[in-house]
């Protein structure tokens, strides 16, 4: 009996924890007003964020590219973008961050990431799906809002709480007795669920939150949004088909991130009707 209050005790302060940690990390996003849990601090962030840099330059297999025709286009957005980030909504973190950008010379990787504290990379692979600079702003703009917006510290405070209501489930499963093999069997069945229904569905609301203020970054920055619809379509048709479903898949489909950046490309248009328009340059011809 004794041990049984033990654990009820237990199950209370750990549901009292997680409340309480629920409650101070919550803010709100400037542009959506989607309500974000963050439990780490913007300095741990761009901690992690240098670190993670550092691992990416040092690797090998990551081979700078020295190519002026490679390396001056990517500059040549990443300020503009960067500059657009400081007039924005989110100008007090974009501020804060030290910018920094690198093109990875990887003919077969078509991507490109910024992290927090404002480290950015470009792979050369991404060139033949952007076609002109105003593709690539849009494939950065994406990029810089991820870090911009604390994605990052966003899944890990969700994984840290899934993590914790797990653990919650289980003591309390103890505390009711019904321990064992059926208990092991329920909190596996939760972390599949907790798997799809919170944590993926999480990671696509970043994808298209950063696709759409995305395009209204690019556009500040004087860059024609709707390459972002050509970029997507380019993606769907190479696209060898193995992808997995939308429900199993951290990222939104390609034909649901046209038709969102279609329905969001009348705000993104105004913004770049006001600009000085950028000559939509070709990007280096990749081998």
Excluded at 249 to 262: A, F
Excluded at 277 to 283: D, E, F, G, Q, R
């Amino acid at each position: 009996m004794r041990t049984v209050k033990r654990r009820s005790r237990r199950v209370f302060v750990m549901v009292m924890s997680v409340a309480l940690a629920t409650l101070a990390g919550c803010e709100t996003n400037p542009y959506t007003g989607r309500s974000q849990l963050l439990m780490t601090s913007v300095s741990q962030e761009m901690q992690m964020g240098a670190q993670a840099y550092d691992q990416v330059k040092s690797d090998p297999k990551m081979r700078p590219s020295q190519d002026p025709r490679e390396v001056e286009p990517v500059k040549r957005v990443a300020a503009r973008i960067v500059e657009a980030a400081k007039r924005s909504k989110y100008a007090e973190m974009a501020n804060q961050f030290q910018w920094e950008v690198t093109v990875i010379k990887d003919d077969k990787t078509p991507n490109a990431f910024a992290l927090p504290g404002g480290k950015m990379a470009v792979y050369t692979g991404i060139f033949p799906m952007a076609k002109t600079e105003a593709g690539l702003a849009a494939v950065m703009g994406h990029e810089v809002v991820h870090a911009l917006a604390r994605h990052g510290a966003e899944r890990m405070s969700q994984g840290q709480l899934t993590n914790a209501g797990l653990q919650i489930v289980g003591a309390a499963a103890g505390a009711s007795g019904r321990g064992g093999m059926l208990g092991q069997a329920t909190m596996a069945a939760l972390g599949v669920g907790a798997k799809v229904g919170v944590l993926l569905p999480f990671s696509r609301k970043h994808e298209s939150e950063a696709d759409y203020i995305g395009i209204l970054l690019a556009a500040d920055a004087g860059y024609d949004p709707r390459e972002a619809v050509a970029l997507w379509e380019r993606m769907g048709q190479t696209s060898s088909g193995g992808a997995p479903s939308e429900f199993m898949s951290t990222h939104p489909s390609h034909e649901t991130r046209i038709d969102q950046l279609k329905r969001w490309m009348p705000e993104a248009m105004a913004i770049y009707q006001s600009k000085q328009p950028v000559p939509a340059a070709l990007l280096p011809t990749v081998p």
